[in-house]
């Protein structure tokens, strides 16, 4: 890399800094009991199911019910992903906040990290980005 850049050398030495800087996954799991809990989650249910019925309702809005396959595939495979991570919560608190952002009239990004490309995400409005149709999710706009 040093000969690349041999006419910025910061540029290297900055690259290696931010690297040690980073944490191994295994330090960020180590949190992910200390995430934030969404307080609303019906009695019975978990950080999970809730996600799940709310996400459900809102690809039914944006794709149709039923879904296309290919949709329903990439959600259940989201949600395989996203549950046992135990990211639930994260995606509840942030949806939440999206909702409140909109309906205050508040502007929005197009949302930020991989999640953004998850279609549960989209499904939760917390993005309007739909990672299939490259732009905005098909029903949107009506939702």
């Not at 191994?24 to 989650?41: C, W």
Request: proline content about 7%.
């Amino acid at each position: 890399m040093r000969n690349l850049f041999s006419e910025l050398p910061e540029a290297c030495d900055n690259t290696l800094l931010i690297a040690e800087r980073i944490e191994s996954y295994d330090e960020v799991f180590d949190h992910v009991d200390e995430m934030p809990q969404f307080p609303d989650v019906p009695e019975g249910g978990t950080q999970e199911s809730w996600l799940r019925k709310k996400a459900l309702k809102g690809q039914a809005i944006r794709y149709g019910a039923p879904a296309p396959q290919h949709i329903l595939n990439r959600f259940g495979t989201g949600m395989t992903v996203i549950g046992p991570m135990g990211f639930s919560s994260c995606f509840l608190v942030v949806a939440d906040v999206c909702r409140h952002a909109r309906g205050n009239k508040i502007p929005l990004g197009p949302g930020r990290g991989s999640a953004t490309g998850s279609i549960v995400a989209c499904a939760a409005r917390i993005t309007e980005l739909c990672p299939l149709e490259h732009g905005h999710c098909s029903k949107a706009r009506e939702a």
